[in-house]
């Protein structure tokens, strides 16, 4: 079953036209598209192995990998723009929470999935690495639950 055009209706940032980029926090470029198999609970793992943003205090640049895994509901979200999203936080002065947090707000405000995790391992800074994780489970689901086991098993994890 191929996509249609309406399926990819949404979709503007893929093909042949000079991509632009943003310098400053851009939540507006994120694209989606229907899930063909929403009544499938299947996770997708999206990884920027390069982030970077910019300390709010210092403007010293912050790097990391940022991870996304997610179970689709009715929407995917169109990797090239989620790319062009997360350089967008190149210029973006927040602190490492933030950062994970803001990220998992805007694609759980885009996407509605049924489960939402972003994990950012940054690197070091004065000897200390910071390793924020947000979650989201879609109230009222079995995906609530998980959300807050997952939390605490990432807790877990680290130690």
């Not at 689709?72 to 723009?81: H, R, T, W, Y």
């Not at 936080?89 to 994970?100: S, V």
């Not at 405000?109 to 994780?133: C, D, N």
């Amino acid at each position: 079953m191929s996509r249609t055009q309406k399926d990819l209706a949404g979709v503007t940032l893929l093909g042949n036209q000079k991509t632009a980029y943003a310098y400053n926090y851009s939540p507006e470029v994120l694209e989606k598209f229907p899930n063909k198999h929403p009544e499938n609970d299947y996770m997708v793992t999206l990884n920027c192995p390069e982030f970077t943003s910019l300390c709010p205090k210092t403007g010293q640049p912050d790097f990391a990998e940022i991870k996304i895994n997610y179970i689709p509901d009715q929407f995917l979200v169109e990797s090239k723009s989620l790319k062009l999203y997360l350089f967008s936080f190149r210029n973006h002065g927040d602190f490492h929470e933030d950062c994970a947090n803001i990220i998992m707000k805007d694609l759980v405000r885009l996407l509605e999935p049924k489960y939402l995790e972003v994990e950012g391992i940054f690197t070091p800074r004065g000897g200390i690495s910071i390793y924020p994780f947000a979650n989201y489970g879609k109230p009222g689901t079995e995906f609530e639950q998980i959300a807050r086991s997952r939390l605490f098993a990432a807790v877990d994890r680290r130690r």
